[in-house]
């Protein structure tokens, strides 16, 4: 089903006219607009009544806040430089505002895998490391697809391994890239990479590349392929995720989407499912589960997938606890 604030998000942004919701879409993330796009572009009709609802709640929403400083950033800098003195304050800062986009590649997040994937393809492992880390883990997942075997077990072990990126370590990059990633010297080290960057890219991978990605990795590093593996939430870990938590996640996604994504789970996973949707609509699931015919492995990942990007999100926001790609062939 469609996110309830997605909708109202697209219908609020048809409401405005198309100058001013380009502005607003300046300011959104690849995903963001790619979301919203599509909400819109399958929106075919909205009532008045719908539309004067979406613009009450936002008027509503946008009158109980108030901007008490102009601007946050330099009141943060100022304050914390006031109160800890110029060099520890700075070590300090580096932290906070490491949520910006201090990398500068806000370009390549618009690219697709495959476009990446050849941009990078003649880089040296480390420096495709460093730059990977930047991406969602989604996308990251989808440039080492298009890598062969060897470069992109390097590149994994190597993002594993990442500790943090010096600007020193970008300079074999191009002009442009290492002008996007490095910044001049003064950027310091940011703490991306590492086992659970690891562990959510692999995840987005599809079983075959995981396995043997794991394996590579084991073959030079048990013990960090074992914290790698500890670190990863598969389609099976939902059985570990208590059944408030599997409600809300349901409420998010489409019946079409669970049918498939089911279709190559455990008999297990399937009743820990059913279990928690009303008898109704887990008696439907189960005769779509048995009316459809075989589908692909690849689309039964692709689906699982997008669950449990929902799954990590609703944990992300604290909303529910969690525990803690592939070939073409039928299931």
């Known amino acids: 089903m469609e996110d309830q604030g997605t909708q109202d998000a697209a219908i609020f942004l048809m409401s405005l006219g198309e100058e001013e919701a380009a502005e607003v879409f300046k300011h959104l993330s690849p995903k963001e607009v790619q979301k919203l796009g599509e909400t819109i572009a399958n929106m075919r009709s909205v009532t008045r009544e719908r539309v004067d609802q979406v613009i009450g709640k936002f008027t ?42 201090v990398s500068g590649i806000e370009s390549l997040k618009w690219m697709d895998p495959v476009s990446i994937a050849e941009l990078l393809r003649n880089e040296h492992p480390q420096i495709m490391a460093a730059i990977l880390v930047h991406l969602e883990s989604d996308l990251t997942a989808g440039v080492l697809k298009q890598l062969p075997d060897r470069q992109r077990n390097e590149v994994m072990l190597r993002i594993a391994t990442l500790e943090g990126i010096q600007p020193t370590a970008l300079n074999d990059l191009n002009e442009v890239l ?62 570990k995720v208590d059944n408030k938590s599997i409600q809300m996640a349901l409420k998010e996604v489409s019946t079409d989407s669970l049918v498939i994504a089911l279709k190559g789970s455990s008999t297990e996973l399937r009743e820990h499912i059913l279990a928690n949707m009303s008898a109704r609509a887990a008696e439907g699931l189960r005769e779509d589960l048995e009316s459809r015919g075989p589908v692909r492995l690849s689309e039964v990942e692709n689906q699982q997938k997008e669950i449990l990007k929902v799954v ?18 039928f299931v």
Do not use: C, P, W
């Not at 003195?85 to 906070?96: E, P, V």
């Not at 562990?199 to 790698?228: C, F, H, Y």
């Not at 990590?312 to 062939?329: M, N």
């Open 178 to 239: 290492y002008k996007v990633l490095a910044g001049g010297d003064k950027i310091r080290k940011t703490s991306l990479g590492g086992v659970q960057t690891a562990a959510d890219i692999i995840n987005m991978m599809g079983t075959q590349i995981e396995t043997a990605v794991i394996e590579s990795i084991r073959a030079l590093d048990a013990e960090l392929a074992q914290k790698i593996m500890d670190k990863m939430f598969t389609f099976e870990d939902l059985l």
């Open 60 to 101: 509503d929403e946008a009158a109980s806040h108030s901007l008490l400083v102009s601007d946050t950033n330099n009141y943060v800098k100022a304050v914390l430089k006031r109160a800890l003195g110029d060099d520890k304050a700075s070590l300090l800062i580096d932290r906070i505002m490491q949520g910006s986009d």
């Open 312 to 329: 990590r999100r609703l944990s992300d926001e604290g909303l529910i606890v969690i525990g803690g790609g592939g070939d073409d062939s």
